[in-house]
């Protein structure tokens, strides 16, 4: 038996400022894949000195902003003190707990040689009893992160536990970065409590022999503890979630997740006191 399909979609395209990226959800129909919040997908390819990605400082609280980078490298600061840059097959992982204020842009040395930038941006919610914990930054490189190989797959184990395995960021939640080589099978197992989805940056593969998808899908299952099989048929990478949802009420306002809106004021009001640090 195989895992149940619930739904598959198309990721649109949307306008973040200046850039155009693809949003997997939360959409109209799907608001939310619990515990995850939202999927950003951005696909850029730059010519030397060209580069103008720069998101400035700006606040989060009450969820984990997560940067998966599949080709790259971006450079990360935040108001607890961390600079760091993470490259491609590597990751940054924030706990905003709450209130962390950090930017994002492209570093030096790649703007200067210029290139692919690939990844996503996953925002995993926290539940009520965690949002206010201190904040934490946790730049995941190459060398912590979990491989597990197979024939032409490339399955990199990033948070959760997986098989006899744990990946490197403190979270329970499982995220995997997966790399497909043409005509390579792989077969994946979760427990039947946690909710399942997958989103293609690129390729096209046949999901439990018989169901095609394709670069910006998303496929979100039915919880079971069935196996999902995965074909290759040209070379493939794919976004790997799985979690236990949070049956909690949620409120979102921009960059803050809550459970009412008396909190995201909070939120808001502690932002302006600086309660959330500064940068500059």
Not at 39 to 46: A, E, I, P, S, V
Not at 95 to 100: D, K, P, Q, V, Y
Not at 144 to 157: A, D, N, P, Q, S
């Amino acid at each position: 038996m195989f895992k149940k399909i619930q739904s598959i979609h198309t990721a649109p395209e949307t306008m973040m400022g200046p850039i155009k990226i693809r949003q997997a959800f939360p959409l109209r129909g799907i608001e939310q894949v619990s515990p995850f919040i939202l999927l950003h997908h951005f696909d850029f390819t730059y010519l030397p000195h060209e580069n103008n990605f720069n998101v400035p400082p700006h606040p989060h609280r009450g969820f984990s902003p997560v940067t998966f980078l599949f080709e790259g490298s971006i450079e990360h600061e935040d108001s607890v003190g961390n600079k760091h840059v993470v490259y491609n097959n590597e990751v940054q992982w924030i706990n905003a707990g709450r209130g962390i204020i950090h930017s994002e842009k492209a570093d030096k040395a790649f703007v200067e040689k210029g290139g692919r930038s690939q990844g996503i941006q996953l925002w995993i919610n926290t539940p009520k009893a965690e949002k206010m914990n201190p904040p934490s930054y946790q730049p995941i490189t190459k060398n912590e992160i979990v491989l597990i190989e197979k024939e032409g797959v490339e399955f990199r184990l990033i948070s959760g536990k997986y098989e006899d395995k744990k990946g490197p960021a403190k979270s329970d939640v499982i995220t995997a970065m997966l790399r497909m080589k043409a005509n390579s099978e792989f077969s994946l197992n979760f427990p039947a409590n946690h909710n399942v989805t997958f989103y293609v940056l690129e390729g096209d593969l046949s999901l439990n022999t018989n169901q095609t998808i394709q670069q910006h899908d998303l496929v979100v299952f039915e919880q079971s503890a069935d196996e999902i099989l995965l074909n290759a048929k040209t070379d493939s990478k794919l976004l790997i979630m799985a979690g236990i949802p949070i049956n909690e009420p949620m409120v979102t306002h921009g960059p803050f997740v809550m459970n009412s809106e008396t909190e995201i004021l909070e939120a808001m009001r502690d932002y302006q006191q600086g309660k959330m640090g500064f940068l500059y």
